[in-house]
C-alpha cells in the first residue's frame, strides 16, 4: 500500500503562489494516473489535476492557466505549482491515484487571503 505526504501550503495574499509537495512512499503501480485533489470547508473532495504515466495532463477549469502538474522520473514525487491564487482556491489539498484507491494522507492547507 502507498501512503502520501503532502506539503508546501500556507497562508498566502490574492495573486500570490505556493508550490505543493506530495511524497509517495514508493513507486506508483504501472499504468496509475496520479492526481491533486482539493477540499474546501463545507464541499466534497475535488480532483483539480491530473498526470497520467505517460504524461497527459488535465486540469479542471477552474484551475486552467494557473495551476500547473508534474512528477519525478522515478514517478514518487508530485508537484502542484499553483499561481494567480484567489479565495476561492482555499481548501486542504491532496494527492492519490485519480481513481482515489489509495489511503488518504493528512493534506495540506491551503488559505487565500488578505
Known amino acids: 500500500q502507498v501512503h502520501f505526504v503532502e506539503s508546501g501550503g500556507g497562508l498566502v495574499q490574492p495573486g500570490g503562489s505556493l508550490r505543493l509537495t506530495c511524497a509517495a512512499s514508493?513507486?506508483?503501480?504501472?499504468?496509475?494516473?496520479m492526481g491533486w485533489y482539493r477540499q474546501a470547508p463545507g464541499k466534497q473532495r475535488e480532483l483539480v489535476a491530473s498526470?497520467?504515466?505517460?504524461?497527459?495532463?488535465e486540469y479542471v477549469d477552474s484551475v486552467k492557466g494557473r495551476f500547473t502538474i508534474s512528477r519525478n522520473v522515478n514517478n514518487n514525487t508530485f508537484w502542484l505549482q499553483m499561481d494567480s491564487l484567489k479565495p476561492e482556491d482555499k481548501a486542504v489539498y491532496y494527492c492519490?491515484?485519480?481513481?482515489?484507491?489509495?489511503?488518504w494522507g493528512q493534506g495540506t492547507k491551503v488559505t487565500v487571503s488578505s
Open positions: 498526470i497520467s504515466r505517460l504524461g497527459r495532463i
Open positions: 492519490n491515484n485519480t481513481e482515489g484507491m489509495f489511503s
Open positions: 514508493g513507486p506508483i503501480p504501472a499504468g496509475y494516473a
